[in-house]
């Protein structure tokens, strides 16, 4: 015959059971909604973007994951509460990536060998030009 200390102790197994299968498959369904989530996420962002721009983006999210990331969440963003509807293109992506870093844009100059900044360049040209630069 049970006594009253087993029988409690099946109880208290049988609740610990059940909390754990709950537990489970809220889980789980938390793991399916992301995933669908996610899907859905990718999909979005694959029809507003040019086949360039698309390899492009794939390519950041492998090399710097975090700026890929970031850079994603701003064309979503873009897309479902600005109203997006023009194809973003691989330029499109450079420059949120650009402005995701902190990168202002350059532009080089190569001559005689040298590659330098242009702005450079300029203030080079219009010292030797006896102009003065405006500060």
Known sequence: ML????????????????ELAAREKKMQATR???????????????RFLAADADAYLQ?????????GAKVEEI???LIVYR???ETVTQLDIVYIERQV?????KIR????????DFGD????AMKKSGRKEDS
Do not use: F, N
Request: cysteine-free; overall charge positive; glycine content about 4%.
């Open 3 to 18: 006594s009253d200390d087993d029988s409690e102790l099946a109880v208290i197994r049988r609740k610990k059971m059940a």
């Open 32 to 46: 399916e909604h992301d995933r669908k989530v996610e899907v859905e996420r990718v999909k979005l962002i694959k």
């Open 59 to 67: 390519d950041l999210k492998k090399r710097e994951p975090a700026v």
């Open 75 to 77: 064309l979503l963003y």
């Open 83 to 85: 109203g997006l509807r």
């Open 101 to 105: 870093k902190g990168e202002e844009p």
């Open 109 to 116: 100059v190569q001559r005689d060998g040298e590659t330098s």
């Open 121 to 124: 360049y300029v203030k080079d």
